[in-house]
C-alpha cells in the first residue's frame, strides 16, 4: 500500500505573495518510482469548467520506493486565493509520483492579508 | 457562500456517478454489451447521464484488461479522432458521435472495424444497436440533488419537481440552476441549510 | 474525484491509398529538399578552398563588364592577372570560384571598379594546382543559405516516418489535478515567424528599399546620357513568362564613361507585355536623354527617379507581416493565459502609488465594442442571414406566382423570415446608434492597483441636450464558462458596483471625476474559462435614440510585492 504525505513548515497555510514556501515530501511505495515532483499551482471551482495553471515544480532525482524530501518556492505577485458567487480560486502545493499516477495534495491560501478574498465583501453597492 | 463550497459546483456534478435505473446494474450491462460484441451506442436526451456512463463505462473495461481510448467528437473529424486503423485490443469509446456528418461517421467506423469495439453516445438511436436508453426521472433529479447538499440540506421535492420540468428532464441544466438558488439564499439568510423555493424561481427567470 | 481528459490526437494516415498518396507527397518534399541542400553545400564546399590557399601578389592586365545574352544576369566580370609561383608565370581570369554576374549593369561595373588595370593586389593559389587562382575569397554566409531547404527535409522525413509508424492516440486516466496539457504555442511561433521573415524581407526589398533609393535619389544629378541599347527581356518559368525591361546608357563624368541599366528604382519582371514595349519605345537606341546619377559613386545611376505604380505591388507582402505578426502574438497570448492569468505580472501602464502623480499621461478608454463595430457586424450578420433567406423566398415567390401553392415550404421559412426581419431591425438600430451621442472617456491610467485614486474625464460627443440619467460606476464581475461536450454557457455575477457620476440633468458636455479603486479589490483575473472583470461604465437614456450602454475595460493590478520573506 502505498503513502504519501506533504507538509509545509510549521504546517503553514496562510501566505502572502512573494513569499517563500517551504516544506517537506514523504512517501512509500512498493516499487522505485519513475519519478518524483512538487508543483505549486492554482486551480479554480465553481460554475465554469475548471482552469488549473502550475508556476513552478521542483523534481527530486534519483527518487526511492521510499523517501523523504524538502522542497521550496517563491510565491509569486498573482494571483490572490479568493471566493465569489461563481468562482473560488485555491492554490496548493501537490506531490505527484509516477508511475500509477500517485498524488497528494494540500490546500494553502495566497493574498496580502493571508486570508481568502471574498469577493462579496468588495465594493458594497451603495445609492 | 463561497463558490468552493456550493454543492452544485461543476467539479462535483461532474462526479455524480452514473445511476441505473429499471434495476439495472453493471453485470446486466456488461454482459448486454459482450452480446453486442462491444459495438453499441448509450442513447439519450441532453443532461441524461451519457457522458457520465461513458467515463463509468472506461473505467469497468479498463480493469477488465481492454485498452480503452476514451475520445469525443466535438471536432466533426474521424481523422483527428481516430487517425489510424484500430488495433485489436482497443477499444473505442467515443462522446457525442452526432457531431460526426455520415461520410466520418463511415470513415470512423472504417478506422474501428479491426478494433475491439465501438461505443458511442449519441441523441438518437440509429448508430450503433442501443445498449441502453438513459433517461432521467424527477425521482432521480431528488436523489442526485441529495446527496450533493448531503443530510444537513432540506429541498422541497415540489419546488426540485418543477425545476426538473423547467429544464425538461436535463438534469445538468437543472443542477446548475440549482447552484445559482443556493448561492443566493446563503446570501439572503446567510445559512446553507435550506432552500427558498421564492429564490430558487426568481433565480429560474 | 474521478477525471478524464477526453484528448483529440493528433494527424495522421488514413488507409493504404492516403499513405501511398501521403508518401509520395512527402518524398516530393524530401527529394527537394536534399537535391537543393546537396547543390548548396557544393557550392559551399567550393566557396570554402580558397581559404586554404595562400595569398600571393598579382598584377591586373585588364578589367571590363561583358555582357552575355545566354543568361539572365547578363552582365558578367571579365578580369585578366597575372602572379608568380616558384620562379614560374601563371595567369588567370577568375575572380571567384563562380563567375561574378549581375542583370544590373551599374553592380558589375562597380565590382570591376575594384581591380583598375596595372593595379597590384593579391590573389588566392591552389597550393596544389598553381594555375588555379582566385582575386576573392567568396563570402562563407551563404552556407545560411543550407538552412532553408532543412524545413523540406525535416517535412517529408517526419512525414513519412509518421505516416507509417502509426499516431499515437492520447487518452489519459485519472491525473494529479495539478497535470494540464502543454500549450503549443512554441510551434505557432515558429510557424508564423516563417511568414514574418518572408514578409519582412520581400517589403524590404520590394518597397522599403526602393522608397529609400527614391529619397536619397532627389539630391542626384542629371546627366546627359546616350541610350546605347533597348530591349525587353523574357524570362520563363513555371508559372508562365515575365518581361522586365533592359535599357543600357551610357555617360560622363569627370571625363571617363561610365555605362549603367537600371530603368527605375525596385523593378520587377512581370507578365504586362505591352506596358514594357511602350517604355523600350520612349528610349530607342542612339536617343539622348538625361539620367541621374550618385554624386558618391559614379556607377550608381537610374534613368527614372521618382517612385512609380509599381512599388504598390511592395505592399502584398505586408499580408504575410501582418500574419505573421498577428499570429505571433495570438500564439503568444494563448501561451501566457496558461501561464499568467493575472494583468500586471506581464507589463503594465498603471499608478505606482494609492495616489495618482500630475503629470500621469492620461489614456483614453475603449469601450469593449465601438458602435461602428456592433453596425457592421449587424450589417454582415443580416446580409448574410437574408441572403440566404431571399433565395428561397424568392422561390416561393415565383412559385405562388405562378399558381402553385408551397404551402409547407412557406410554412417552413416563417420562422427563418421573422429572423431576417428582426437582423434587418437590429442593423437599422445599430445605423441609429452611430448617430446617438457617446460618450469619451479618458484617464490619467487604464490600469490602477487596488486603493489608487483615478481621475476620469468624460465628455458627450453629439447632442448632450437629448442624454437623460447619466450613470458613471466601476464594476467587478465574475465570469464561468461552462463547458460540457459541444455545449458552452458564460454566466457572469456582479459582485462589486462603485458609483462615478449619477445625474439626471445633464449640464455640462464635459467633465472630471474622480474614483477611488477599493482597497480590498481583487486584480482582475483571465483564465480560458473563469475571469474577473473590471470595467467602467457609462450608461444613460437617449431622447428618441438607442441608449448610452457602453462598457470600458479596466485592469485592476495585484498590489505591489514585498520583498521575500523566508518562512
Excluded at chain 3, 196 to 211: F, H, I, W
Excluded at chain 3, 495 to 523: L, M, Q, R, Y
Aim: aromatic share 10%.
Amino acid at each position: 500500500m502505498s503513502t504519501l504525505r506533504i507538509a509545509t513548515q510549521r504546517d503553514r497555510r496562510n501566505f502572502q505573495p512573494g513569499e517563500e514556501v517551504s516544506g517537506a515530501v514523504s512517501w512509500t511505495l512498493e516499487k522505485v518510482p519513475k519519478s518524483a515532483e512538487v508543483r505549486l499551482f492554482w486551480y479554480t471551482e465553481g460554475k465554469g469548467t475548471r482552469d488549473v495553471s502550475v508556476l513552478a515544480q521542483q523534481q527530486f532525482f534519483d527518487p526511492k520506493a521510499s523517501d523523504e524530501r524538502s522542497f521550496q518556492f517563491t510565491l509569486p505577485q498573482a494571483p490572490y486565493s479568493f471566493s465569489g458567487k461563481l468562482i473560488s480560486l485555491i492554490w496548493a502545493l501537490e506531490l505527484v509520483i509516477e508511475p500509477g499516477d500517485h498524488a497528494e495534495r494540500i490546500e494553502i491560501t495566497v493574498s496580502p492579508t493571508g486570508e481568502e478574498i471574498l469577493l462579496s465583501d468588495i465594493g458594497k453597492v451603495t445609492t | 457562500m463561497r463558490a468552493r463550497q456550493n454543492p452544485f459546483r461543476v467539479e462535483r456534478i461532474q462526479a455524480v456517478p452514473y445511476r441505473f435505473q429499471d434495476g439495472i446494474c453493471w453485470p446486466d450491462l456488461l454482459a448486454r454489451l459482450e452480446a453486442l460484441q462491444f459495438r453499441a451506442a448509450i442513447v439519450g436526451p441532453e443532461g441524461s447521464g451519457k457522458t457520465t456512463l461513458l467515463e463509468e463505462l472506461s473505467r469497468k473495461l479498463g480493469g477488465l484488461g481492454f485498452k480503452v481510448i476514451l475520445c469525443s467528437a466535438k471536432s466533426g473529424h474521424a481523422a483527428e479522432v481516430v487517425p489510424r486503423r484500430l488495433q485489436g485490443s482497443e477499444l473505442l469509446l467515443l462522446d457525442s458521435a452526432e457531431c460526426f456528418g455520415a461520410w466520418e461517421w463511415l470513415r470512423l467506423k472504417w478506422a474501428s472495424r479491426r478494433a475491439a469495439g465501438l461505443i458511442v453516445t449519441a441523441h438518437r438511436t440509429g448508430l450503433l444497436p442501443t445498449l441502453i436508453q438513459c433517461r432521467t426521472t424527477p425521482e432521480l433529479f431528488r436523489q442526485i440533488v441529495g446527496n450533493l447538499v448531503g443530510h444537513e440540506g432540506q429541498l422541497p421535492s415540489g419546488m426540485l419537481d418543477a425545476i426538473y420540468r423547467k429544464h425538461k428532464g436535463n438534469v445538468r441544466n437543472a443542477l446548475r440552476q440549482l447552484y445559482d438558488g443556493w448561492s443566493a439564499h446563503s446570501e439572503v439568510s446567510g445559512a446553507v441549510k435550506e432552500l427558498d423555493p421564492a429564490v430558487v424561481q426568481m433565480q429560474s427567470c | 474525484m474521478f477525471s478524464i481528459q477526453i484528448g483529440s490526437s493528433s494527424r495522421g494516415g488514413g488507409g493504404i491509398a492516403g499513405r501511398l498518396f501521403g508518401t509520395v507527397f512527402c518524398l516530393a518534399f524530401l527529394a527537394g529538399g536534399v537535391f537543393f541542400f546537396y547543390l548548396i553545400g557544393r557550392d559551399l564546399v567550393q566557396r570554402v578552398k580558397p581559404y586554404r590557399w595562400g595569398a600571393v601578389p598579382c598584377t591586373i592586365s585588364s578589367s571590363r563588364v561583358i555582357t552575355d545574352e545566354r543568361s539572365d544576369n547578363r552582365y558578367r566580370l571579365a578580369v585578366e592577372y597575372q602572379y608568380t609561383v616558384d620562379g614560374r608565370t601563371y595567369s588567370s581570369t577568375k575572380v571567384q570560384v563562380s563567375d561574378v554576374r549581375s542583370s544590373s549593369y551599374g553592380d558589375v561595373l562597380r565590382h570591376a571598379s575594384r581591380y583598375p588595370p596595372g593595379g597590384h593586389l593579391k590573389c588566392f593559389v591552389n597550393p596544389s594546382l598553381p594555375e588555379q587562382a582566385v582575386l576573392e575569397r567568396s563570402s562563407l554566409w551563404f552556407g545560411f543559405m543550407l538552412l532553408f531547404p532543412l524545413p523540406f527535409i525535416a517535412i517529408g522525413a517526419l512525414g513519412i516516418v509518421a505516416i507509417w509508424s502509426g499516431a499515437r492516440i492520447t487518452s489519459k486516466a485519472a491525473t494529479p489535478l495539478s497535470s494540464v496539457p502543454k500549450s503549443g504555442a512554441g510551434c505557432l511561433v515558429l510557424f508564423f515567424s516563417i511568414f514574418l521573415m518572408a514578409g519582412v524581407a520581400a517589403t524590404t526589398a520590394m518597397l522599403v528599399r526602393p522608397l529609400w533609393q527614391v529619397a536619397q535619389a532627389r539630391k542626384w544629378s542629371a546627366v546627359p546620357c546616350a541610350i546605347v541599347s533597348s530591349e525587353i527581356r523574357s524570362h520563363s518559368s513555371s508559372d508562365g513568362t515575365t518581361y522586365s525591361v533592359d535599357i543600357l546608357y551610357r555617360y560622363r563624368i569627370n571625363g571617363a564613361e561610365y555605362r549603367a541599366n537600371r530603368y527605375i528604382f525596385g523593378a520587377v519582371s512581370s507578365s504586362g507585355y505591352n506596358g514594357k514595349q511602350a517604355i523600350v519605345s520612349q528610349y530607342p537606341p542612339g536617343r539622348m536623354t538625361f539620367c541621374y546619377v550618385n554624386p558618391a559613386d559614379p556607377t550608381d545611376a537610374v534613368l527614372v527617379r521618382n517612385a512609380t505604380a509599381g512599388l504598390w505591388f511592395g505592399l502584398i507582402p505586408l499580408l504575410f507581416v501582418i500574419i505573421g505578426v498577428g499570429g505571433i502574438r495570438f500564439a503568444i497570448r494563448k501561451s501566457r493565459e496558461s501561464r499568467s492569468a493575472v494583468p500586471g505580472i506581464e507589463a503594465a501602464r498603471a499608478i505606482p502609488d494609492a495616489s495618482a502623480t500630475e503629470d500621469s499621461e492620461s489614456a483614453t478608454l475603449k469601450a469593449r465594442t465601438s458602435p461602428r463595430a456592433k453596425f457592421a457586424g449587424a450589417v454582415m450578420i443580416a446580409l448574410f442571414w437574408n441572403g440566404i433567406v431571399s433565395i428561397f423566398v424568392g422561390h416561393l415567390f415565383s412559385q405562388w406566382k405562378h399558381g402553385r401553392s408551397e404551402v409547407f415550404l412557406t410554412l417552413f421559412m416563417i420562422p427563418f423570415v421573422v429572423i431576417g426581419l428582426v437582423l434587418i431591425g437590429y442593423a437599422i438600430y445599430s445605423f441609429l446608434a452611430l448617430f446617438s451621442p457617446r460618450v469619451a472617456l479618458t484617464s490619467n491610467a487604464s490600469s490602477a492597483i487596488p486603493g489608487a485614486a483615478v481621475q476620469l474625464s468624460w465628455s458627450l460627443i453629439g447632442n448632450a441636450s437629448k442624454v437623460r440619467n447619466l450613470r458613471i460606476y466601476f464594476e467587478g464581475r465574475e465570469e464561468a464558462t461552462y463547458t460540457r461536450g459541444t455545449r458552452s454557457t458564460t454566466d457572469q455575477s456582479v459582485f462589486a458596483t462603485i458609483p462615478i457620476k449619477e445625474v439626471s440633468e445633464v449640464g455640462s458636455a464635459s467633465d472630471t471625476v474622480e474614483f477611488v479603486v477599493p482597497a480590498d479589490a481583487i486584480h482582475s483575473f483571465n483564465a480560458a474559462n473563469n475571469k474577473i472583470i473590471w470595467a467602467i461604465w457609462v450608461k444613460a437614456e437617449v431622447i428618441r435614440m438607442p441608449d448610452i450602454k457602453d462598457e470600458f475595460p479596466f485592469s485592476v493590478l495585484p498590489q505591489p510585492m514585498a520583498p521575500p520573506v523566508k518562512v
